[in-house]
């Protein structure tokens, strides 16, 4: 099976822009969480999205936000982009949201 | 309530040795609890997980000793190579009994910058 995939790897952008970042996770794979990575916060979840439905939502502003599609896919959007937005952002993929959980590789977000 | 604790932060070991790192937790509820392995990269990869039903898990060179009374978990690298170096995280969930504020959410430790020395 194909692993998860997210593009795009690497984005630029300037405070006060929005981005959007793409997840397409495992063949069977229904759920999807969301994770930003910073050197000084660690690894922080954001929300999960199981059958296009927000199930959970970790503590961050509503600046972050994200909608799954019928195929699982999932998006995530950061408007009114800040520069400690700088982050990796993860997503990963379970079947169900409470089994195994695997990683893709990240888009990595520079804001300037 | 729902934070792990990793220790140490940073960690050198000669190849061939045994790298051991810690963590613990305060939520009762977790019942679910993997390490992941990160590459300079890459995205966080699932090593192994156990649950806490069992004091001790292996898959290869790598163990999970638990402690339920104490809330510790410790993951055990035997034989050391250099290819292991790399950040490692510990992890928490709740399965059995999830819902709304447990559903996708892994709860990680600080990490444990892992150098093993040739």
């Excluded at chain 2, 709740?94 to 020395?117: C, D, E, M, P, W």
Aim: charged share 15%.
């Amino acid at each position: 099976k194909a692993g998860v995939t997210q593009t795009p790897r690497y984005l630029i952008k300037t405070r006060g822009q929005q981005v959007t970042l793409s997840c397409s996770p495992i063949s069977g794979h229904r759920s999807v969480s969301w994770y930003q990575q910073t050197p000084g916060q660690g690894l922080q979840f954001l929300f999960e999205y199981f059958s296009e439905t927000q199930r959970n939502k970790g503590n961050f502003p509503g600046r972050f936000s994200g909608r799954q599609f019928s195929n699982s896919r999932s998006e995530m959007n950061v408007s009114t982009l800040e520069l400690g937005d700088s982050a990796l952002y993860l997503c990963a993929s379970s079947f169900s949201g409470v089994h195994e959980q695997y990683f893709g590789p990240g888009t990595r977000l520079t804001v300037t | 309530q729902q934070q792990v604790k990793q220790s140490p932060q940073s960690l050198i070991v000669q190849k061939g040795g045994i790298s051991i790192i810690n963590c613990a937790y305060e939520n009762t509820a977790f019942d679910y609890f993997p390490w992941y392995q990160q590459f300079p990269g890459k995205g966080p990869a699932l090593l192994i997980a156990i649950r806490p039903d069992v004091s001790e898990k292996k898959e290869g060179r790598f163990t999970i000793s638990f402690n339920k009374s104490a809330k510790q978990f410790s993951l055990h690298i035997m034989d050391s190579q250099p290819g292991d170096s790399a950040t490692y995280f510990c992890a928490a969930s709740i399965r059995a009994n999830a819902g709304g504020t447990s559903y996708g959410k892994l709860t990680f430790g600080q990490g444990t910058i892992l150098t093993v020395h040739p």
